[in-house]
């Protein structure tokens, strides 16, 4: 496969080197996770997401302290990140279901070719804890993360997870591009994992 330092990998590699002051860890999310799942890039990104914990929310601020933090409301208004303000991952117990269309965070900087999105997830622990309806996924942390080159990515039957209920063409390509990669035992956890959950998935994910 190619390497990310000579396959366009541009703006992942910006993300790397942005990043590379945080003390806590992240993932290279979304279509970009595919695209080094299987050692090329596979189709024109708009940007490029990262998975963050939420617990470690806070190294945005303390770490990356050069990079301009940007929250883009509901209303699709952008503005600076006010202090004190915490975003979270998504439902849970007790937590009320986000709001369509809810704040996001976007990382700017001279020196990242694409704006980036930041993703907040949910972890107990050493666990990922993902929420779908009355549903809890939870895994090791350590088994969703994949790596290449120094760029830590989300393992991508994880990537397709999240890309179970999208019907956009770029998502579908992605699972389209992402399945032969898949091992035997990575099509059983995503297969076994949607059809339990409330809503099915949008693209078959065979077993073999």
């Given amino acids: 496969m190619n390497s990310p330092t000579n396959a366009g990998f541009g703006p992942v590699l910006a993300v790397r080197s942005l990043l590379s002051a945080l003390t806590v860890p992240y993932w290279i999310a979304g279509g970009w996770a595919i695209d080094l ?10 940007d490029v997401d990262i998975m963050l914990l939420e617990r470690d929310e806070h190294a945005l601020r303390t770490d990356l302290t050069e990079v301009d933090v940007q929250l883009i409301g509901r209303d699709g208004q952008r503005g600076r990140w006010p202090a004190g303000r915490r975003l979270l991952a998504g439902p849970g117990p007790g937590r009320p279901r986000p ?13 990242l070719p694409l704006p980036t999105e930041v993703l907040l997830a949910s972890a107990v622990g050493a666990s990922w804890v993902y929420y779908r309806g009355a549903r809890c996924i939870s895994r090791p942390l350590a088994d969703i993360t994949r790596n290449r ?13 999240f890309k179970s209920r999208s019907e956009s063409g770029k998502d579908q390509r992605d699972v389209e591009t992402a399945l032969p990669v898949l091992s035997a035992e990575q099509r ?3 297969q076994d994992t949607l059809e339990h959950l409330p809503r099915g998935q949008t693209a078959p994910v065979p077993r073999r």
């Fill in 37 to 46: 799942a299987v050692g090329r890039v596979t189709r024109e990104h708009a």
């Fill in 99 to 111: 709001l369509i269309g809810a704040d996001r965070l976007v990382l700017h900087s001279e020196n």
């Fill in 149 to 161: 080159d120094g760029i830590p990515f989300l393992a991508p039957e994880v990537v397709l997870l």
């Fill in 188 to 190: 059983s956890w995503l």
